[in-house]
Nanobody, 117 residues
């Protein structure tokens, strides 16, 4: 059974930092594109960042320069370093694993990030 387990969320003040982690099990991790998505209350889930098996990264505009995605294939873990956090970053953050062929996608259960003074 594939599992993606996120951790590292919490309450932080504006301008603060958090690092999210997602540990994957029962997949060939190195072959997957890993991503972070988020969903704020009343809004649709949206992409935050992705990192491919060759470590090519992609960020959406509103986190560019503030967030960094990375992966450790030896530990089956993907990270999201979040700096200069803003109240608008408050959301549940989800880890995603995507394989192109055969097509497979998996989701974690999410971790809450709250940015508030």
């Amino acid at each position: 059974q594939v599992q993606l387990v996120e951790s590292g969320g919490g309450l932080v003040q504006p301008g603060g930092s958090l690092r999210l982690s997602c540990v994957a099990s029962n997949i060939i991790f190195s072959g997957y594109t890993m991503g972070w998505y988020r969903q704020a209350p009343g809004k649709q889930r949206e992409l935050v960042a992705t990192i491919t098996s060759t470590r090519s990264t992609n960020y959406v505009d509103f986190v560019e320069g503030r967030f960094t995605i990375s992966r450790d294939n030896a530990e089956n873990t993907v990270y999201l370093q979040m700096n200069s956090l803003e109240p608008e970053d408050t959301a549940v953050y989800y880890c995603n694993a995507r394989h192109n062929w055969p097509p497979r996608t998996y989701w974690g259960q999410g971790t809450q990030v709250t940015v508030s003074s």
